[in-house]
């Protein structure tokens, strides 16, 4: 049995690398990070593990290669489309993969590193396409203030009861708006929508704003009846 740490402060795409990796009978999920400071723990805490840590937590590399060393563990780096996979692995990581990787080649990569081999992705990241815009445009068009801002909210990880505190509504209106928006953007499920809108940039560009216009109507709800 592979024990696995996962380490990214983007709760979307841990849940999506869990629920992958998690489905693989030889792996085993152990702990979760969501900062520098829990991985650092967990690596001490479970020696021999696979740590799969995201690149944006901005690790001290050369003494996170020295634990992993120290600890009999090996690391898989999650990068972002901008970074060079073979720097990665100068500094002793084991696998790079692209945040972009499918689910398949995510599994493959923890296995060949769990037995002592070493994963490279098989090409450069591919930059975003017109057609891509095209899709995130369209999408970000059909949907109406109201999806967006609970699309801003999925994105964050929030559950329905948190969404529903937040807009001042019901779980089963919001639950009601999700079957609406999973129609529109073409999911299954919030999981599938988070990464939908994250992979388009002009969509994620959008929520991000319908994200922030949230925080600040709440600070200034905060500040009136302070």
Same mark, same amino acid.
């Given at each position: 049995? *592979? !024990?696995?740490?996962?380490?990214? /402060?983007?709760?979307?795409?841990?849940?999506?690398?869990?629920?992958?990796?998690?489905?693989?009978?030889?792996?085993?999920?152990?702990?979760?990070? &969501?900062?520098?400071? @829990?991985?650092?723990?967990?690596?001490? +805490?479970?020696?021999?593990?696979?740590?799969?840590?995201?690149? /944006? $937590?901005?690790?001290?590399?050369?003494?996170?290669?020295?634990?992993?060393? &120290?600890?009999? =563990?090996?690391?898989?780096?999650?990068? #972002? *489309?901008?970074?060079?996979?073979?720097?990665?692995?100068?500094?002793?990581?084991?696998?790079?993969?692209?945040? *972009?990787? &499918?689910? +398949?080649?995510?599994?493959?990569?923890?296995?060949?590193?769990?037995?002592?081999? %070493?994963?490279?992705?098989?090409?450069?990241?591919?930059?975003?396409?017109? #057609?891509?815009?095209?899709?995130?445009? @369209?999408?970000?068009?059909?949907?109406?203030? !109201?999806?967006?801002?609970?699309?801003? $909210?999925?994105?964050?990880?929030?559950?329905?009861? #948190?969404?529903? $505190? @937040?807009?001042? %509504?019901?779980?089963?209106?919001?639950?009601?708006?999700?079957? =609406?928006?999973?129609?529109? +953007?073409?999911?299954?499920?919030? $999981? #599938?929508?988070?990464?939908?809108?994250?992979?388009?940039?002009?969509?994620?560009?959008?929520?991000?704003?319908?994200?922030? !216009?949230?925080?600040?109507?709440?600070? *200034?709800? /905060?500040?009136? +009846?302070?």
């Amino acid at each position: 049995m *592979n !024990k696995i740490i996962l380490a990214d /402060s983007q709760a979307i795409f841990r849940a999506g690398t869990a629920k992958v990796l998690a489905m693989d009978e030889d792996m085993r999920i152990i702990a979760q990070c &969501t900062d520098l400071e @829990r991985m650092f723990h967990a690596i001490t +805490t479970f020696p021999g593990a696979i740590v799969v840590f995201a690149s /944006s $937590l901005q690790p001290d590399f050369a003494r996170l290669a020295m634990l992993l060393e &120290t600890t009999g =563990s090996r690391g898989v780096v999650v990068i #972002e *489309n901008s970074e060079t996979p073979s720097s990665f692995l100068r500094q002793g990581f084991r696998g790079v993969v692209f945040r *972009n990787v &499918t689910g +398949t080649a995510l599994v493959e990569c923890v296995r060949r590193v769990a037995a002592g081999d %070493t994963w490279l992705p098989t090409q450069t990241a591919q930059p975003e396409s017109p #057609e891509d815009d095209m899709v995130g445009a @369209r999408v970000r068009d059909r949907l109406t203030p !109201k999806e967006m801002r609970i699309v801003a $909210l999925i994105v964050q990880g929030c559950k329905n009861r #948190e969404i529903a $505190l @937040r807009l001042k %509504t019901t779980e089963q209106v919001i639950k009601n708006y999700l079957r =609406s928006i999973y129609d529109k +953007t073409g999911v299954g499920d919030r $999981l #599938e929508l988070a990464l939908f809108t994250i992979h388009h940039r002009v969509l994620a560009r959008a929520a991000a704003e319908a994200g922030h !216009k949230m925080e600040v109507e709440a600070q *200034n709800a /905060s500040g009136l +009846t302070a």
